[in-house]
């Protein structure tokens, strides 16, 4: 079993930067790799970055590019996602997940533990 909690969120001007944490416990957390996701409301849940349990590996999503950086510390259990030059339509629920897979995807399937999310409002 694996739980993960997403912290971090809030409320920034465009522009701005935030950091968001994903914080996992249990075993099966271990090897494999976390993605994040986003849903804004009234859209579908959305691929937005992936890392290797190693960290070696990254994959983002085309706009975001630049702008977010995925990364993790496996001895804390935690995977971040820094946000910076916010754009408003960066507005949505943010959620980590783990890859069943043991490789990086964008697609959800793929991903079978899941976060409660954590809230980013930007504003123009």
């Known amino acids: 079993q694996v739980q993960l909690v997403e912290s971090g969120g809030g409320l920034v001007q465009a522009g701005g930067s935030l950091r968001l944490s994903c914080a996992a416990s249990?075993?099966?957390?271990?090897?494999?790799?976390t993605g994040w996701f986003r849903q804004a409301p009234g859209k579908e849940r959305e691929f937005v970055a992936a890392?290797?349990?190693?960290?070696?590996?990254?994959y983002y999503e085309d706009s975001v590019k630049g702008r977010f950086t995925i990364s993790r510390d496996n001895a804390k259990n935690t995977v971040y996602l820094q946000m910076n030059k916010l754009k408003p339509e960066d507005t949505a629920v943010y959620y980590c997940?783990?890859?069943?897979?043991?490789?990086?995807?964008?697609?959800?399937?793929?991903?079978?533990?899941w976060g409660q999310g954590t809230q980013v409002t930007v504003s123009s």
């Open positions: 249990g075993r099966t957390f271990s090897g494999y790799p």
């Open positions: 890392i290797s349990w190693s960290g070696g590996t990254t």
């Open positions: 997940a783990r890859n069943k897979r043991g490789r990086l995807g964008a697609g959800i399937p793929d991903y079978d533990y």
